[in-house]
């Protein structure tokens, strides 16, 4: 009895705990983040919607946001701008241009000073930044099209731009040009901050105060290579899809494998689903599946942690549709060690209820042979 006490204790911890966990992880539910910018290619005017998932969002916000000169190329993004990059490609005339279509965007982005580094995505959704916040962007972009592009940081300015090389010098710069030379590369200046957006600064062009100052060129050696997730965009509106998640069951051992799946609802269907665990507030990607034609999908997790998660998956969208978030599925994992200590538990009350009832059974017998005894 001693044995069987001892180890109950620890079972009912854990069955506490896991129930405890409920109330550490409230999943909440959110529509996606859309901004619209326009562009202008000198003959026509465009309107670039974009679209962000919750769970992208989320992403970032779980991410170190402590800015030192080290990590400065930590905070472009150029895979998760894939999409916006592309689309801003395709009505660009040249390079120049497109690098002046790309400082349009982030023209358009209210000034405001920032205390914590964000990362695009997060100035997107915000729609207000810094020097830094802008330059992250318009790097990202850049670096997404495969332009050398480069960090200018002005110390004493506290101040940050970005730098682009270009086969021949900037032929719509309206002063004289200004370039940075490193490493035998050319980086011709581009100014990010300004709210004028259809006039602001081309690349090419610097502003006065920053004429004859001392500039440290951070190279982008560190940049964010992956993301879960990347943000769609479309000239005009993106079509709301939505997707599915289907958990077989709330309940699996550690250890043991859980097949999910589910489907997109959408056309077109290219692309991939990213898998993402929530625990304690926090939310981890664990692999992408591809989608087949039908927009279907299949995940195997693994949970090697006893606990409650929770599973969620979310598709990136396309040029036609936004992305989507499915819907938050509560999953409980038992540690082994309760299965086996419960088995046990089970085997033990099993043999305790027959020497019960062997006991009981053979107590008349034993009575019906004491009345037998002669006295």
């Known amino acids: 009895m001693i044995l069987m006490r001892t180890r109950a204790v620890p079972v009912l911890a854990i069955?506490?705990?896991?129930?405890?966990?409920?109330?550490?992880?409230?999943?909440?539910?959110?529509?996606?983040?859309?901004?619209?910018?326009?562009?202008?290619?000198?003959?026509?005017?465009?309107?670039?919607?974009?679209s962000i998932t919750p769970t992208l969002h989320e992403h970032y916000l779980q991410k170190n946001h402590q800015l030192t000169q080290g990590n400065f190329g930590s905070f472009v993004t150029p895979y998760s701008l894939e999409q916006v990059a592309s689309d801003i490609r395709s009505i660009s005339r040249s390079e120049e241009n497109f690098i002046n279509l790309v400082l349009m965007v982030v023209h358009q982005i209210p000034y405001e000073v920032i205390e914590e580094a964000k990362y695009p995505v997060e100035t997107i959704v915000q729609n207000k930044g810094d020097c830094d916040c802008f330059s992250f962007i318009a790097a990202s972009l850049l670096k997404s099209e495969n332009f050398n592009v480069v960090l200018l940081f002005y110390e004493e300015e506290s101040h940050m731009n970005i730098g682009v090389n270009l086969p021949q010098p900037p032929r719509n710069a309206r002063t004289t040009i200004s370039y940075v030379d490193y490493m035998g590369t050319r980086y011709y200046m581009a100014e990010c901050t300004g709210d004028d957006w259809q006039n602001g600064w081309r690349v090419g062009e610097c502003p006065s105060e920053l004429?004859?100052?001392?500039?440290?060129?951070?190279?982008?050696?560190?940049?964010?290579?992956?993301?879960?997730?990347?943000v769609s965009s479309s000239f005009g509106s993106l079509q709301e899809s939505a997707i599915s998640l289907i958990v077989p069951t709330n309940f699996v051992t550690e250890g043991t494998t859980l097949v999910v799946n589910g489907q997109v609802s959408a056309s077109n269907f290219v692309g991939t689903v990213t898998?993402?665990?929530?625990?304690?507030?926090?939310?981890?990607?664990?692999?992408?599946?591809?989608?087949?034609?039908?927009?279907?999908?299949?995940?195997?997790?693994?949970?090697?942690?006893?606990?409650?998660y929770f599973l969620k998956t979310s598709w990136s969208g396309n040029d036609e549709y936004a992305g989507a978030d499915?819907?938050?599925?509560?999953?409980?994992?038992?540690p082994e060690m309760v299965i086996f200590v419960a088995g046990a538990l089970f085997v033990v009350a099993i043999i305790s209820i027959m020497i019960i009832l062997i006991h009981k059974t053979n107590q008349p017998q034993e009575i019906q042979a004491l009345e037998a005894t002669p006295e």
């Open 326 to 334: 499915s819907q938050y599925i509560s999953v409980f994992v038992i």
């Open 211 to 230: 004429e004859d100052t001392q500039v440290t060129v951070v190279t982008l050696d560190n940049y964010e290579q992956i993301a879960p997730g990347q």
């Open 275 to 308: 898998l993402y665990v929530g625990v304690r507030n926090s939310w981890f990607s664990i692999g992408t599946a591809d989608l087949d034609p039908d927009g279907r999908y299949t995940f195997s997790w693994v949970p090697t942690t006893g606990g409650q």
């Open 15 to 50: 069955v506490i705990g896991l129930v405890a966990t409920l109330f550490l992880f409230t999943p909440s539910f959110a529509q996606n983040f859309e901004q619209t910018y326009f562009l202008y290619d000198g003959q026509t005017t465009f309107q670039l919607t974009l």
